[in-house]
């Protein structure tokens, strides 16, 4: 999953001559870089796409085949690893790399699952890792088996130079992040905890953007936004559509839909969000916005809401919620029985989708209302137990409420000296990431997790994860491998 969050972040790869003082022998970057690539490509190959297309003899994405390529590399150096199944195929993998323990371990975090493809509209085999005009092209190349093959090539580069640091590395490439984590992340905290326990993680969900081959801005991810999905239910009655009712479930459900429109949830600047502004009013980018930037990031409510007219700083203040489904009816010359609007809401940390249904259903004049909650079971039963409800809320996806990362800790000094040290002169702000990541799991047992995107992307390729076409630049893998080295010497050593 990656997203772009909020305003433009730009990036570029100068990665600079090779550290001298690295902790025991200074790693080959250039051959390093080579074989990431090469990893990338093998890694893309291997099909996870997740759920499988319509029609797939597999039911289910299959990570572990992946994973156990992924456990002949680090074998191959010397790294034992171990793979945990949530079911038949939905592999975990988890590897180490030992320090003195004087520290908490750091844990290198990437999902190895993908989403679908429509192939037509691609330019080139999604699944063939073909390089072309210095991209390697496929889906996962930037979401998320970039960030996997990256992490790999560091943990080897550690062992090839038997660095001692002061935390244990930790790597775990986990399965299903693309569908509910369920199999994957969530499994791994709930279940195994005492393989991957920590206390920072670096994870997808930063941004790192090219301009005129020159690093400009980074963004690392410091919080995220969270995810829920509600549906608003509106009964009907059925009959021939010959003889049209006085009510129709579809007019009752467009006049509730038409009150929703106007509906906003409080401004509220957040301590990641304030900083991320204050940086990026440097920008030459954000020109027009610098002064009410400058204004909102200090704490003045009235800039921060002349923010809000830009759909993106809008969705970094707010709570947001947008239908995106809607079903009803089943047969043209049939009344419909009932309409349902599938309604996806991201939240800022610490809001509750609870209090936004609440405040959303007022405005509209509602002022009883059921919430069901407890998956499509437990709705059917609802419905079966209460024949004479015109209408109901079923919240079918209630987030995961991770806090946010602190700022100011060693892992975040350590991104922004890595970042300030390959990239002299670039901005560097915190981030919130409007889309979901695995992060939220960790966050919850209260570790920091730092969403980074070690590749530099250009404006060209930036939109493709999640949309056809996706590349990533072969010299942005080896930029990766030096970004997440130069990290690591920062808070472990």
Known sequence: MRHLAGALLLLGSCAGPARQDAPAGAPDFERAGREASDLLRELIRIDTINPPPPGSPKPHADETALLRRVRQVLAADGIASEIFESAAGRGNLVARWPGTGEKKPVLLMAHVDVVGVDRAKWTADPLSAETRGG???????????????????????????????????????????????????????????DKIACEFVLNEGGRALLRDGRVVQYGFQTAEKIYNDFRIWVRGESGHSSVPLPENAIYDAARLLSKFEGFRTPVRVTETVAATLAGLAESPALSEWRATMKKAAAGDLPAAVKLCENPRFNAQLRSTFVPTIVRGGFRENVLPPDVEVNFNARLLPGDRIDDLIGGLLAHAGVEKFDLVEGG???????????PKAKGAVFLVDRGVDAPASPLGTDMHRALEAAARKLSPGAIVVPQMATGATDSRFLRQKGVACYGINPCPVGEEEESTPHHHDERVRESSVGFGVRFVWETLLQVAR
Not at 144 to 162: C, E, G, I, Y
Not at 376 to 386: D, P
Request: hydrophobic share 45%.
């Open 376 to 386: 499509e079971a437990a709705i059917e039963k609802w419905k079966r137990e209460h």
């Open 135 to 193: 991209f390697i092209w496929g889906r996962g190349a930037q979401d998320d088996k970039d960030d996997a093959a990256v992490f790999v090539q560091v943990l080897r580069l550690l062992a090839r130079t038997r660095a001692r640091l002061k935390r244990d590395v930790l790597l775990m490439l986990n399965a299903d992040e693309e569908s509910s984590g369920r199999f994957g992340a969530s499994f791994m905290v709930e279940r195994h905890w």
